[in-house]
């Protein structure tokens, strides 16, 4: 599919769930997001990844809230991912990897992003109402399994991340790992922590001195780098200093079957009536591409209503 500003949209975030096992500041308002009960069923789910695929999606990413903690999600996703051969990926939090990386691999999940914002037990547990050993046993646990990428994902937060940005980056030097720190959008109702937290990723260049640019992926948010002799890259996500969206390839379907054709936007178009008719849905599909907002406002303080936490990144 083409868009009306000539961007071609390959790429696809389906999210699977709201509910959510952690409560991260940035993400779920008070450590609290109402879950909407009108959750896409598997056939839902399954009908609108056939519609993607025959408009030619070649990457699709399950998110959440947290996609592990929707019920039944591996036998929803070794179902799902025996439609085509394309770029299954998954973003999670990591905290039931320890069980679940296995099953996810077996059931043909190829990318696996895993957000972690600290290796300080007591921040982690003050950011995100968890414990950080769940986290890391999940992250090395996807190291044994093995997938082709495995990337962390690291929000940038004022006070909190400047003291962990090195030890994060260090990862790459001995793991075959894409480190990502990732400037703090706001959005929904935590709008105004971001607003109190933002950190510029210009800080990683004043912390990490050495940082070697790298080859970049095509269509990626990220700008790749790598630290001398690291196995891994050090990625730098700027929707803040630095405005990406001509480059933009994706669109995201929310846990409750709205089309959002831009992150930072409020238009929504809504999936639930036509997810019976494929015809009718590809059309939906199309129509809601044809308009995908040129690029977002976050500097001008134009920010969504939805949570982050009812999204998925
Ligand atoms: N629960 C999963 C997880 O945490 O990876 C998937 C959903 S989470 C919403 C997806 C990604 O969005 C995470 O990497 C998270 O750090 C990021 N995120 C959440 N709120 C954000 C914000 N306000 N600004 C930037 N990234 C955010
Ligand atoms: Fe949950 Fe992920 Fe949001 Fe944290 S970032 S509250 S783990 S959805």
Redo the contacts with the bound molecule.
């Keep these: 599919m083409i868009d009306k500003f000539n961007r071609k949209i390959t790429y696809a975030r389906i999210?699977l769930t709201e509910k959510?096992n952690?409560k991260?500041k940035?993400?779920m308002p008070n450590g609290f997001c109402p879950i909407n009960s009108n959750e896409l069923s598997d056939e839902q789910i399954k009908n609108i990844v056939k519609a993607l695929l025959s408009l030619r999606i070649n990457k699709i990413r399950f998110?959440?809230?947290?996609?592990l903690m929707r019920k039944n999600v591996i036998s929803l996703l070794n179902d799902i991912c025996t439609f085509a051969p394309i770029d299954w990926a998954i973003?999670?939090?990591?905290t039931t990897l320890k069980h679940d990386a296995i099953y996810l691999k077996k059931a043909g999940i190829k990318h696996i992003?895993?957000?972690l914002?600290t290796l300080d037990s007591k921040d982690y547990k003050a950011l995100t109402g968890a414990d950080l050993q769940n986290a890391l046993e999940g992250f090395y646990t996807a190291l044994d399994v093995g997938f082709d990428t495995i990337r962390i994902?690291f929000?940038l937060i004022k006070g909190i991340s400047e003291k962990q940005i090195e030890n994060l980056a260090k990862l790459t030097l001995k793991h075959n790992v894409d480190v990502r720190f990732?400037?703090?959008?706001?959005?929904g109702q935590?709008a105004e922590y971001?607003e109190n937290h933002l950190l510029k990723a210009d800080v990683v260049f004043q912390i990490l001195k050495d940082l070697q640019i790298d080859v970049q992926d095509a269509h990626a948010p990220a700008k790749y780098y790598k630290l001398k002799g690291a196995k891994g890259r050090v990625g730098l996500i700027t929707?803040m200093s630095c405005n990406f969206c001509s480059e933009c390839n994706r669109i995201r379907i929310t846990a409750d079957g709205k089309l959002k054709p831009c992150l930072h936007s409020d238009i929504e178009i809504n999936l639930c009536d036509v997810l019976h008719n494929e015809d009718l849905l590809k059309k939906r599909i199309q129509d809601a591409v044809n308009i995908k907002p040129e690029r977002h406002y976050l500097n001008e303080n134009m920010y969504i209503k939805r949570n982050?936490?009812c999204?998925?990144?």
Excluded: A, F, K, Q
Aim: glycine share 14%.
């Design positions: 999210s959510c952690l991260c940035y993400c998110t959440g809230g947290e996609p973003t999670t939090n990591g992003n895993i957000s914002d994902n929000v990732i400037e703090l959008m706001p959005i935590c971001s929707p982050m936490s999204i998925g990144g």
